[in-house]
T-cell receptor, first 109, second 116 residues
């Protein structure tokens, strides 16, 4: 079977750094993706890691360790607009992405 | 114009009724998906299609059916709606990322369905 675990909620203040972890169990794994969803909106793609290491895109970075079946999304210089739900998703060869249950990030001033 | 559209955006129906949710895309992607979202449960895959002749069940396909009428259209049907199918439904399309596999999924705006 497949499973993904991520924290249900994270809180932080503006300007801080927050890390959202994701652990997974799946066969035929080929990559870990992250999506952002604002309240009432559709999920949007943030990042993808196929290889071990850190991928940086502006204030957001994503990390993957295939040997540990673990990844994280790092958000720096938090802004109020970063308040949203964040989903990790695993890709498997020949099938669709499977999403985690999501982490709700609340950023306060 | 939006690349992935869903109709209707909101729907209220009664138990036992048949309803259809429609999805259209102008991105030219072969792959299309239907997910449902419930509070605290994330996005759960209902059905997916990798091309017009390919239909696959997801993790929660019971009570649902789909039709891939064309590359651009993928419809989800609830043959006999029940209250626990009340949820937010998303259609998505995907574009392979290339090297290393993977894909970027593009979501429609969602359909809020209430089954009374």
């Amino acid at each position: 079977g497949q499973s993904l675990e991520q924290p249900s909620e994270v809180t932080a203040v503006e300007g801080a750094i927050v890390q959202i972890n994701c652990t997974y169990q799946t066969s035929g794994f080929y990559g870990l993706s992250w999506y952002q969803q604002h309240d009432g909106g559709a999920p949007t793609f943030l990042s993808y890691n196929a290889l071990d290491g850190l991928e940086e895109t502006g204030r957001f970075s994503s990390f993957l360790s295939r040997s540990d079946s673990y990844g994280y999304l790092l958000l720096q210089e938090l802004q109020m607009k970063d308040s949203a739900s964040y989903f990790c998703a695993v890709g498997q060869a020949g099938t669709a992405l499977i999403f985690g249950k999501g982490t709700t990030l609340s950023v306060s001033s | 114009d939006a690349d992935v559209t869903q109709t209707p955006r909101n729907r209220i129906t009664k138990t036992g009724k048949r309803i259809m949710l429609e999805c259209s895309q102008t991105k030219g992607h072969d792959r299309m998906y239907w997910y449902r979202q419930d509070p605290g449960l994330g996005l759960r895959l209902i059905y997916y299609s990798f091309d017009v002749k390919d239909i696959n069940k997801g993790e929660i396909s019971d009570g649902y059916s789909v039709s891939r009428q064309a590359q651009a259209k993928f419809s989800l049907s609830l043959e006999s709606a029940i209250p626990n199918q009340t949820a937010l439904y998303f259609c998505a399309t995907s574009d392979p990322l290339g090297q290393g596999g993977g894909e970027t999924q593009y979501f429609g705006p969602g359909t809020r369905l209430l089954v009374l």
